[in-house]
């Protein structure tokens, strides 16, 4: 191979190369520059209603509560509450039943714990659960849903709280009932 030849490719390996690079650095690039995910923000809708801005958890008003339509991340600490609010729509308290804050405030700590969530983002997701199962007409409840959860994570099944809400929903769709769906999703763990 002649000296010329040898020197064409080796300028085409370069340029081809030199290029590579460069469009692999304006890839990363463009990557890096994107706007961050952030959890605060992805899990907001855009048409929110009123949100509270918390001090004090135990001094909100009830009405408050019963005006967020869904929680920001000033409300991590009302979650609980927001719950016993949101769990039966047709039902409204004047005051807080403390059994039912109490019971939605142990499985929102242990969710979050185990999934490294914050109660608000649990909590938000349980209602949304539920709020789209009940336009497919099937009914479950806040409890219900909390405790098939803290079930399927103590199976060990991989994957964090969207996931599961996502795959309880496509199996309450497949036409599973309550117990049945939390059956089978914990049969998929590793530990099975």
């Excluded at 009405?63 to 409300?75: A, E, R, T």
Aim: positive net charge; hydrophobic residues 40%; contains cysteine.
């Amino acid at each position: 191979m002649s000296n010329k030849i040898r020197h064409s490719l080796l300028h085409k390996i370069y340029c081809i190369n030199t290029m590579y690079l460069t469009h692999l650095f304006l890839i990363v690039f463009s990557l890096l520059s994107l706007p961050g995910c952030q959890k605060d923000n992805a899990d907001t809708p855009i048409d929110s209603v009123t949100q509270v801005v918390q001090v004090n958890p135990g001094a909100i008003d009830i009405q408050s509560l019963y005006s967020i339509s869904f929680l920001s991340p000033q409300d991590n600490n009302i979650a609980a509450k927001w719950l016993v609010t949101q769990d039966q729509k047709d039902r409204v308290y004047s005051v807080i039943p403390n059994a039912m804050e109490n019971q939605f405030q142990q499985r929102l700590d242990y969710l979050s714990t185990q999934f490294k969530e914050e109660k608000r983002i649990i909590a938000n997701r349980i209602v949304q659960t539920r709020d789209l199962l009940e336009k497919f007409n099937i009914s479950t409840n806040f409890l219900m849903l909390l405790d098939g959860m803290i079930a399927v994570k103590q199976s060990h099944l991989i994957g964090n709280f969207g996931d599961y809400c996502q795959f309880y929903i496509n199996l309450r769709q497949h036409n599973y009932e309550h117990a049945e769906a939390v059956k089978k999703m914990k049969s998929l763990s590793i530990s099975h």
